[in-house]
């Protein structure tokens, strides 16, 4: 029964991490809309929690080597929840992709691959090669 109440928790977070980025998306649509884009951001860190566990967010978050791409999230997150959204969401953006560009490769690998289209497939190939795993 343990392994099913995971997976059901799995479940909700994956579904809420899609309305949060539903929401953010949707903020970002409607001109940074502070209360879509705050409530979006919570929802996605949530889901992110709920999907890989609170102690594994934490320790994924607070990396020795992730700090500045968590301090810039985690910074964004709060500007645009004291309403300075577009500085905020810039702040997120360049956390995020910090945070995450060790994850780009194996997508755009994985997307290459999965894709049988050439051209795309040779875009996602160069994308896989150009960024580090540092």
């Not at 884009?37 to 709920?50: H, I, K, Q, R, V």
């Not at 995020?96 to 290459?112: E, N």
Request: charged share 10%; proline share 2%.
């Amino acid at each position: 029964t343990t392994l099913i109440m995971i997976w059901q928790r799995r479940k909700i977070g994956v579904g809420t991490t899609g309305f949060g980025i539903f929401f953010i998306l949707f903020g970002m649509l409607l001109y940074f809309d502070s209360v879509l884009l705050a409530f979006g951001n919570l929802l996605f860190l949530t889901g992110l929690s709920l999907i890989i566990g609170l102690r594994r967010t934490f320790s994924f978050f607070f990396q020795r080597h992730k700090f500045k791409g968590t301090s810039f999230f985690l910074g964004g997150v709060v500007i645009v929840l004291l309403r300075w959204p577009l500085l905020g969401m810039c702040l997120e953006t360049y956390g995020f992709f910090s945070l995450f560009r060790g994850f780009f490769p194996v997508a755009f690998g994985f997307l290459g691959s999965a894709s049988n289209i050439p051209f795309l497939s040779a875009l996602f190939q160069r994308l896989q090669g150009t960024s580090s795993m540092v």
